[in-house]
T-cell receptor, first 112, second 112 residues
């Protein structure tokens, strides 16, 4: 069955630099992949969705890429700010309808 | 502003108690979901509903039931709470199946 891998270790980035988070999957290429942000004690917030026929998607300082050959999505935050510190989750469509498979998330820490 | 509201942020219950978690959305979404989130694990789907009075089992339905009598409200019921049901419970809704989920703030449930 499909599995998702996100770096379990926290990522520490200096303010102003670009933060890059990775989401790898193991089996079939999903029809789409989503990224969410989650702050401590809160529910996830949707950020971006990228479909299998899209290589790249942007929203303000955020950029997502989707490489079906590498079975990987990269999530970039440019000009990072301390307010970007959070856990970032990726999710992709699973084997059946209404099923999303979620990564455990990567904690991002932006240091002033 | 779109909103998914969960009735409690924190809940402490005793083993064997019946527990009700309520979720209300104001976006007229057809699809609603209940997830649980445990440290180090991705979100796991308990139940979902794609229409009023419809419900489908997710990945981990054992020990839970749901009710959807009205479109805006989706309730999760723990028939007889057990300590292994201590977790963060997240309700979500969406317009299109598994795309762009809107989450509530979550209920941190402790079963003692």
């Amino acid at each position: 069955s499909q599995k998702i891998e996100q770096n379990s270790e926290a990522l520490n980035i200096q303010e102003g630099k670009t933060a890059t988070l990775t989401c790898n999957y193991t089996n079939y290429s999903p029809a789409y992949l989503q990224w969410y942000r989650q702050d401590p004690g809160r529910g996830p917030v949707f950020l971006l969705l990228i479909r299998e026929n899209e290589k790249e998607k942007r929203k303000e300082r955020l950029k997502v890429t989707f490489d079906t050959t590498l079975k990987q999505s990269l999530f970039h935050i440019t000009a990072s700010q301390p307010a970007d510190s959070a856990t970032y989750l990726c999710a992709l469509d699973g084997d059946s309808n209404y099923q999303l498979i979620w990564g455990a998330g990567t904690k991002l820490i932006i240091k002033p | 502003d779109v909103k998914v509201t969960q009735s409690s942020r924190y809940l402490v219950k005793r083993t064997g108690e019946k527990v009700f978690l309520e979720c209300v959305q104001d976006m007229d979404h057809e699809n609603m979901f209940w997830y649980r989130q445990d440290p180090g694990l991705g979100l796991r789907l308990i139940y979902f509903s794609y229409d009023v009075k419809m419900k489908e089992k997710g990945d981990i339905p054992e020990g839970y039931s749901v009710s959807r009598e009205k479109k805006e409200r989706f309730s999760l019921i723990l028939e007889s709470a057990s300590t292994n049901q201590t977790s963060m419970y997240l309700c979500a809704s969406s317009l299109i199946q598994n795309e762009k989920l809107f989450f509530g703030s979550g209920t941190q449930l402790s079963v003692l």
